[in-house]
């Protein structure tokens, strides 16, 4: 649906953007991600036919974004960060207007209220959209860019300024358009990306630095060999004991945040697996395992690494 290839953009000697590539298949929501400066916004630009690229080119269904632009555009829904919107408008004008401006073929008073059914914009549709709030804004402007029905749709910091509440609606408004289009999703709030995107892109220093799903990124940046265990009973036997099993390189309390229980950081060898004969030591001295997971990084951890790997997770520099 989307073939980026080989793409850069300069200005002047600065590279923007570093020769990047990557694709998306239809049906994808792919969650875009970088720090401010990184890249992310340019490349969205080009995407959009809004920049033209140094080299390289970009496709989106099927057109070439620079030489097809008019059947690029017209496959491209695009919400920017500050919605395009009319204030002085009532949500009827701004979305009839929107489809004249692009020229829309679809029957006109049925494709803008089945777009307003959608995205939940029927007790509002007669209002002018300066007394709207920041959540039905978002909405008007996610409904222009469906106009015409595009098969891509791209999305830039689309919650960003909502309460809670407005959030929760907005990504499962996403969710649930995911399904009829392959959608791009820039956004600086991982927890939002994690919970909608199939896919995360992440660029920095206009390079693209990881290209896979959340669940890859924390298997591949955490693994499987460290383990966090609470368990009741004496911190200084029960660190004994684990020490002793075979498999295990290091263990390190972690201090006591339940009464009666420490928790422990359990450093494992390589395609050791210890939580088996962890489990039945401990029982035999009735020592109850009251928790046992992998102790896996945190998105938010693993974008740090990979955006400054001199800083840890906590920002401080690492020796």
């Keep these: 649906?989307?073939?980026?290839?080989?793409?850069?953009?300069?200005?002047?000697?600065?590279?923007?953007?570093?020769n990047i590539s990557f694709s998306v298949r239809e049906g994808e929501i792919i969650g875009f991600l970088g720090p401010n400066g990184a890249g992310k916004s340019t490349t969205m630009n080009i995407l959009t036919g809004y920049l033209s690229s140094t080299?390289?080119?970009?496709?989106?269904?099927g057109h070439d974004v620079l030489t097809d632009s008019n059947a690029a555009k017209a496959s491209i829904g695009y919400l920017p960060e500050i919605p395009p919107l009319y204030p002085d408008m009532t949500v009827r004008e701004y979305l009839n207007?929107?489809?004249?401006?692009?020229?829309?073929?679809?029957?006109?008073?049925?494709?803008?209220?089945?777009?307003?059914?959608?995205?939940?914009?029927?007790?509002?549709?007669?209002?002018?959209?300066?007394?709207?709030?920041?959540?039905?804004?978002?909405?008007?402007?996610?409904?222009?860019?469906?106009?015409?029905?595009?098969p891509v749709l791209i999305l830039d910091e689309p919650t960003v300024g909502l309460d809670p509440m407005q959030i929760i609606e907005i990504r499962t408004l996403i969710k649930s358009l995911g399904k009829y289009h392959t959608v791009i999703l820039s956004s600086h709030i991982l927890p939002e990306v994690e919970a909608v995107c199939d896919r995360l892109i992440i660029i920095n220093g206009g390079k693209i630095v990881a290209d896979a799903t959340p669940e890859e990124l924390t298997r591949q940046y955490s693994g499987s060999h460290h383990l966090t265990a609470r368990i009741a009973g004496p911190e200084e036997m029960v660190t004994d004991l684990i020490e002793k099993i075979r498999g295990v390189k290091k263990v390190t309390c972690l201090g006591s945040k339940e009464n009666g229980s420490f928790d422990?950081?359990?450093?494992?060898?390589?395609?050791?697996?210890?939580?088996?004969?962890?489990?039945?030591?401990?029982?035999?001295?009735?020592?109850?395992?009251?928790?046992?997971?992998?102790?896996?990084?945190?998105?938010?951890?693993?974008?740090?690494?990979?955006?400054?790997?001199?800083?840890?997770?906590?920002?401080?520099?690492?020796?």
């Design 1 to 18: 649906m989307i073939e980026v290839n080989n793409l850069t953009k300069r200005y002047g000697t600065h590279v923007a953007v570093d």
């Design 55 to 61: 080299d390289g080119y970009v496709k989106v269904n």
């Design 97 to 150: 207007f929107m489809y004249d401006l692009k020229k829309c073929k679809l029957p006109k008073a049925a494709h803008i209220a089945e777009i307003c059914r959608i995205v939940k914009l029927e007790g509002v549709f007669g209002r002018l959209i300066k007394n709207l709030s920041k959540g039905y804004r978002q909405r008007v402007g996610i409904a222009q860019a469906l106009i015409g029905n595009p």
């Design 264 to 319: 422990y950081l359990i450093d494992q060898a390589e395609n050791a697996d210890v939580r088996a004969e962890l489990f039945n030591r401990l029982a035999t001295r009735k020592w109850p395992l009251l928790a046992l997971k992998t102790a896996d990084r945190t998105l938010e951890d693993i974008f740090t690494s990979l955006i400054n790997p001199n800083l840890d997770a906590k920002g401080g520099k690492r020796a």
